[in-house]
């Protein structure tokens, strides 16, 4: 093998590193949000309690994830084993995925159910955090806009193929369905897990079996408590606010429309067939066209991050969210514009796609602009911060939403509509947050300051 300096590994490495990205979206695509989810919620469990326990799941998970994801990547940075505690989360995340299986419709699987999606949701998680650690090994800084892109992209084309796979092989219809299997005992919605899992671990194994070495083996080999770990991180914050603004308040305002963003996906299809009239079936398809149009937009962007700096990329794509979010809100009823008669659903597909469009690279750029900041030495630890400061605002969109539909100024024809408007708020704060934000012009300054001083 050649060495790692040669551009022709360096493809190799940035292949296998989006591969990995690819088999990953089985996560969120298959298992999280179309499929699975919705057969614990609907399928397992009854009369709401699959919603509220898988709710509660969740919950749990991103408290953990919230309380241990920057010691977590610390301490993988400090032993230099980065690549290490990456196969580990992958493999335990591919075991909890086809375990799954065993869960049949029945209330009494319901606590097996939502353990084992919480369990792998969270050692998703921090399986992502080493993976986009690595972006820091694998690239330098003036191409990491387009090799976060490209691996972003490859995150929602395969999370396309997934679940196109699934759906018109093992859930659309009434069988029989692929390998001959029917829907008794739901045994084809299970072996969708089964599906999920092989997949992920296929085109896991590429970069698994790939050597990267650490760009910077500074400060590994260096083992200290857990305890002393927390300690760490503590110093560091306070280091960041006192010697790198730049950084601590990328970390705040990235929080903040970063849930906006999430926010987009989330709430997509509750606003299609809500309020636009998407048939259920048909809000698939628009999803699977979504996820077509965000890996565009995330790869173009890719390319326009390393050209004009990603605080740049980010904003655009933020504002023209704001803009288009405020376009599609009164179209929620059949429209005459300029002399085309405009219905709700063709509305939605216009505009819904124009969203997504600008969904992608704001994602992509949002992990290249702290790719950039992050000392190879410490990207994990890094990057621990940013899911961290993501779970802990992670519910302004959600409260947002609440408080309007609280409100009495909210009518119940337009409730649904509040999903628009709370979308619109936290982008908008978000996009403020931003004017206090530079590109990014070297390391972060993650030194240790005492908190006496």
């Known amino acids: 093998m050649s060495t790692d300096n040669s551009p022709t590994l360096k493809k190799r490495i940035v292949a296998a590193w989006s591969l990995w990205s690819w088999g990953n979206a089985t996560v969120s695509a298959l298992m999280?949000?179309?499929?699975?989810?919705?057969?614990?919620?609907?399928?397992?469990?009854?009369?709401?309690?699959?919603?509220?326990y898988l709710s509660t799941a969740y919950t749990i998970s991103g408290i953990i994830i919230a309380l241990t994801a920057p010691v977590i990547g610390?301490?993988?940075?400090?032993?230099?084993?980065?690549?290490?505690?990456?196969?580990?989360?992958t493999l335990a995340v591919v075991v909890l995925t086809a375990a799954c299986f065993f869960v049949k419709p029945e209330p009494g699987y319901l606590l097996l159910g939502v353990t084992l999606m919480a369990a792998m949701t969270l050692f998703d998680e921090f399986g992502n955090l080493n993976y986009n650690a690595m972006i820091a090994d694998i690239t330098d800084h003036k191409r990491m806009g387009r090799v976060s892109g490209i691996g972003w992209g490859a995150g929602y084309l395969g999370g396309i193929v997934i679940l196109a796979i699934s759906y018109f092989g093992l859930v659309?219809?009434?069988?029989?369905y692929l390998f001959g299997l029917t829907s008794d005992e739901s045994i084809n919605i299970r072996m969708v897990a089964v599906l999920g899992a092989a997949w992920f671990l296929i085109f896991a194994l590429p970069l698994l079996f790939t050597k990267i070495t650490t760009a910077d083996q500074e400060n590994t080999q260096q083992r200290v408590s857990i305890l002393e770990s927390y300690r760490r991180l503590l110093r560091v914050l306070v280091g960041l606010w006192r010697e790198d603004r730049n950084t601590f308040w990328f970390l705040v305002s990235s929080a903040i429309y970063r849930d906006g963003l999430s926010a987009v996906f989330t709430y997509g299809a509750i606003l299609g067939v809500a309020v636009y009239g998407f048939a259920p079936a048909d809000i698939l398809l628009f999803g699977i066209a979504a996820n077509v149009v965000a890996a565009i937009g995330a790869i173009i962007g890719g390319f326009f991050d390393d050209w004009i700096g990603p605080r740049q990329v980010i904003v655009t794509c933020v504002a023209f969210l704001i803009v288009i979010a405020f376009a599609l809100f009164p179209l929620d009823v059949e429209r005459e514009i300029l002399g085309i008669t405009v219905t709700p659903t063709g509305a939605f597909?216009?505009?819904?796609?124009?969203?997504?469009?600008f969904v992608g690279p704001a994602q992509a750029s949002s992990r290249a602009f702290l790719g950039r900041l992050a000392p190879p030495a410490r990207a994990a630890e890094l990057f621990g911060l940013y899911a961290t400061t993501g779970r802990s605002v992670g519910f302004l969109t959600s409260a947002v939403i609440a408080i309007l539909l609280g409100s009495e100024a909210t009518t119940e024809d337009g409730a649904d509509k509040a999903i628009i408007v709370a979308i619109v708020i936290i982008l908008g704060l978000g996009l403020a947050s931003l004017a206090l934000v530079k590109n990014p012009t070297g390391p972060a300054r993650m030194r240790e300051h005492s908190l006496k001083e």
Do not use: E, H, S
Request: glycine share 20%; charged share 20%.
């Open 349 to 357: 597909w216009v505009f819904g796609l124009m969203l997504c469009l």
């Open 172 to 176: 659309a219809g009434d069988g029989p």
């Open 32 to 52: 999280v949000t179309f499929v699975f989810g919705t057969y614990i919620a609907d399928g397992v469990g009854t009369g709401g309690d699959g919603t509220r």
């Open 74 to 89: 610390q301490r993988a940075d400090r032993a230099g084993r980065r690549k290490l505690w990456l196969t580990v989360n």
